[in-house]
């Protein structure tokens, strides 16, 4: 089983609400960074909110104001609510859980991805 299992993703309508969830296991979850990256079809996956394991934010531009990225360590998941949704959030969104030491990657691990359709 892989560490990080994304759900939550599905088709709606632009202006709609989605909350997805990444459910953490076999990982130390509170000392990791948690970011959210979503990636289109022919882009480059793009980093869209990370939450570190100090608590704080940050979001790529397209989506602040729109997305809430939040983590309840006692029940060892991560969560993206997305507000406010447009034709081009639409993506797979993949979980993320880094750990670094100085500028050292200790531990990089990814889950499958859910996929995000936001119609016109």
Wanted: charged residues 20%.
């Amino acid at each position: 089983q892989v560490p990080l299992v994304e759900s939550g993703g599905g088709l709606v309508q632009a202006g709609g609400s989605l909350r997805l969830s990444c459910a953490a296991s076999r990982i130390p979850f509170s000392i990791h960074d948690m970011g959210w990256y979503r990636q289109a079809p022919g882009k480059q996956r793009e980093l869209v909110a990370v939450i570190t394991s100090g608590g704080m934010t940050r979001y790529a531009e397209s989506v602040k104001g729109r997305f809430t990225i939040s983590r309840d360590i006692a029940r060892y998941t991560a969560y993206l609510q997305m507000n406010s949704l447009k034709p081009e959030d639409t993506a797979v969104y993949f979980c993320n859980a880094k750990r670094m030491l100085a500028t050292v990657i200790r531990d990089d691990y990814w889950g499958q991805g859910t996929q995000v359709t936001v119609s016109s």
